[in-house]
């Protein structure tokens, strides 16, 4: 039997791919009901809370004729082991390797929903619970947010297309925002490595260096940066970054060399409440669109006037993951348009 594909990064999904799975989103989106997954079903697994991916997810299963079913591991559903080769004399009652088998029998997809433990960077960065249960699949495994959110990536690159074109050559504003505690760097770094695929003019806008993204992921947008002939800059000058820009993405995440340590991130972090979106440097822009992928604490990261501004696009972006995941599950379902 021929190993599934997955959807764990974008990385791994060419961009005339990715365009494929937004064309299909957009038609999706004109025609949403369709039978094309009758009978089938996907197993949704959230190890973490989610408002936006367990709805989009369940209710373009319903639109698409399948049947979704979520799970909670160690709530209503058992407590799994992901890590190979341990004594589980702990909570977990079910191995991956038998989780994934079962799921794999019953269902045409498995999708995973698994923050990282904010313990050890070291250990984290390396994905290994979402590569756990692709390694024991045998069927395609999704990737509802780990340490990168690439459905997310989609529904964003869909908005970006559907407000301002062609993404090649336009400007890119990724903003570090305050927050009152360290958030994972998931969402940041998918929105850096989804510009920089479609050729965007990326500003990463950081308060100090301490909050640059893993360079496993800023290796990947500088090499994605150089295929396409576009730009990643880094930048601490908030008024420089907001100039011309064509799209403002804000997203608050941690230090990562203060990761596992949040009350030492917490003194670095305070000073820079100031990086919050506002008026006066939307102004700054080239009539840019803004979004988030919420959700977003008013007044904290983006003002009431940038979120109830006309160019505040983030309501499309979150109905955007219905339409890309829609596109996704067909594809990997083996009933995609491509």
């Known amino acids: 039997m021929s190993k599934p594909r997955h959807f764990l990064s974008t990385v791994d999904w060419s961009r005339d791919e990715l365009q494929s799975l937004l064309d299909s989103a957009a ?30 997810f369940e209710i373009g299963a319903f639109q698409l004729g ?6 909670e591991p160690g709530k209503a559903a058992w407590g799994i082991e992901f890590e190979p080769k341990v004594v589980m004399d702990g909570e977990a009652e079910e191995h991956i390797a038998e989780g994934a088998g079962v799921l794999s029998r019953y269902c045409s997809a498995i999708g995973l929903r698994a923050f990282p433990l904010f313990k050890d960077w070291s250990h984290d960065r390396q994905d290994r619970v979402i590569k756990a249960l692709a390694a024991h699949a045998s069927v395609p495994v999704i990737n509802m947010e780990t340490i990168v959110h690439p459905c997310q990536e989609l529904a964003l690159m869909r908005t970006i297309q559907d407000h301002i ?16 505690r360290p958030l994972n760097t998931a969402v940041a770094n998918s929105a850096l490595l989804i510009a920089s695929k479609f050729g965007m003019n990326v500003e990463l806008l950081v308060p100090d260096n301490a909050y640059l993204l893993d360079e496993q992921f800023m290796d990947a947008a ?9 730009s990643l800059e880094i930048t601490r000058d908030i008024e420089s970054a907001y100039r ?34 506002d008026g006066a440097k939307m102004a700054l822009t ?30 499309d972006e979150a ?12 594809e990997l379902m083996g009933k995609g348009e491509r």
């Not at 799209?247 to 003194?267: D, I, M, N, Q, T």
Request: charged share 25%.
């Open 27 to 56: 038609e999706l989106r004109r025609q949403p009901i369709r039978q094309a997954l009758q009978g089938q079903a996907v197993a949704l697994l959230f190890l973490n809370p989610s408002l936006r991916t367990r709805s989009s």
């Open 66 to 71: 399948a049947h979704a079913v979520v799970l």
């Open 165 to 180: 074109g062609q993404p090649d050559g336009k400007k890119f504003l990724l903003t570090w925002t305050w927050h009152p």
């Open 222 to 230: 500088y090499e994605q940066v150089e295929q396409s002939g576009s």
């Open 244 to 277: 011309g820009a064509d799209f403002v993405y804000a997203k608050s995440w941690g230090a990562l060399p203060f990761y596992g340590r949040p009350e030492e991130e917490a003194k670095l972090r305070e000073p820079y409440r100031h990086f919050m979106v």
């Open 286 to 315: 080239n009539q840019a669109r803004f979004s988030h992928c919420l959700p977003l604490r008013r007044n904290i990261k983006a003002t009431d006037e940038v979120m109830d501004a006309d160019y505040c696009v983030a309501l």
């Open 319 to 330: 109905e955007n993951r219905l339409h890309v995941q829609k596109a996704l599950m067909l």
